[in-house]
């Protein structure tokens, strides 16, 4: 909120103490993102990505930012192994014997490896299940921010704007 602090310092700080630190390169990549920084914010979830060998969280913000900013049609061979070990360990999440971790970003991210591996129904079907796990607006919210920037890329990806509007009525129908 406006007025309190970034975390902008401390985190620098802590990447400065441990640069193989992927959660504090990643979250300050958040930080920069929502300060508009988009191209630093690219360089710290790249490095994040890099450091995590491919852990979901910075590699999906990565490959959301980097398909936004460069305009690039296609995805790299790289992205595509690293989405699909992204694609074991959240299946690990929401499919955990005492029920789902992480929800609903473990269900929403699963997604987004399904969308950028251009299947429409596994992103439909993990979207479904991530909007059935959520008690708050502004998560909905924020993944449809995140889907919204995706539409500016030039890479085609199949129900892509079906999820918008699914998300954009399940807001409106669950929250007012």
Known sequence: PAGLASGEESLRKAIELNPDDYDALASLGGVLKREKKLDEA????????EVSR???YPLLNELVLYLAINQTPSIENKYKFYLKRAERFLHAQVENEEGPIDVPWSFFNLSEVYLFLEDKDGFLKYLDEGMLSCDAKWQLETHRKTLE??????LELPGLDEGIDKLREAEEFMFG
């Open 42 to 49: 690219l360089d710290m979830y790249r490095n994040a990505t």
């Open 54 to 56: 491919g852990h979901p």
């Open 149 to 154: 920037v995706l539409q500016t890329s030039k």
